[in-house]
C-alpha cells in the first residue's frame, strides 16, 4: 500500500482508512456520522493550527528585521537612543520615581558587562 503524504488527498485518504479501521467496532449506525464529525473538529485543529503557525512566522519576521535594522544602525554608528518611533521601551518620563532606582542598578549592570 502506497501512502501519499506530500497532497491533502492522500493524508485524507489515510486518515480515512485509518479510522473506519478504528470505527469498524462501533457498527454502522453511529460508524460514518462519527467519522464525519471527527473529521470536521480535524479540519478545524488542522486549521486553527495553521493561522497559529502563520501568525508566529510573522511576529518573528517582524522581530527578525527590526532587529536587523537595529543591527545595520549600530554597524553604521547611528546614535540610538534618539531613535525611539520603533522601541517597545517606555520613555523616561513614563517610568515612575519608584522604579528609578532599579533602573540605575540595571544600568550599572550592563555597564559592567
Given at each position: 500500500?502506497?501512502?501519499?503524504?506530500?497532497?491533502?488527498a492522500?493524508?485524507?485518504?489515510?486518515?480515512?482508512?485509518?479510522?473506519?479501521?478504528?470505527?469498524s467496532g462501533?457498527?454502522a449506525?453511529?460508524?460514518?456520522?462519527?467519522?464525519e464529525?471527527?473529521?470536521i473538529?480535524?479540519?478545524r485543529t488542522i486549521?486553527d493550527?495553521?493561522?497559529?503557525?502563520q501568525s508566529i512566522?510573522?511576529?518573528l519576521?517582524v522581530?527578525?528585521?527590526?532587529?536587523?535594522?537595529?543591527?545595520?544602525?549600530?554597524?553604521?554608528?547611528?546614535?540610538?537612543?534618539?531613535?525611539?518611533?520603533d522601541?517597545?521601551?517606555?520613555?523616561e518620563s513614563?517610568v515612575?520615581?519608584d522604579d528609578?532606582?532599579?533602573?540605575?542598578?540595571?544600568?550599572k549592570?550592563?555597564?559592567?558587562k
Open positions: 500500500m502506497s501512502i501519499d503524504f506530500d497532497n491533502q492522500g493524508r485524507e485518504n489515510y486518515l480515512n482508512e485509518k479510522l473506519d479501521n478504528l470505527l462501533i457498527n449506525t453511529y460508524g460514518q456520522v462519527l467519522l464529525e471527527l473529521m473538529r480535524l479540519q486549521t493550527f495553521n493561522e497559529e503557525v512566522m510573522d511576529d519576521k522581530s527578525s528585521e527590526r532587529r536587523s535594522h537595529l543591527i545595520h544602525d549600530l554597524m553604521e554608528g547611528k546614535d540610538l537612543s534618539s531613535d525611539k518611533t522601541s517597545d521601551e517606555p520613555d513614563d515612575s520615581s528609578a532606582p532599579e533602573m540605575s542598578e540595571w544600568e549592570r550592563l555597564e559592567g
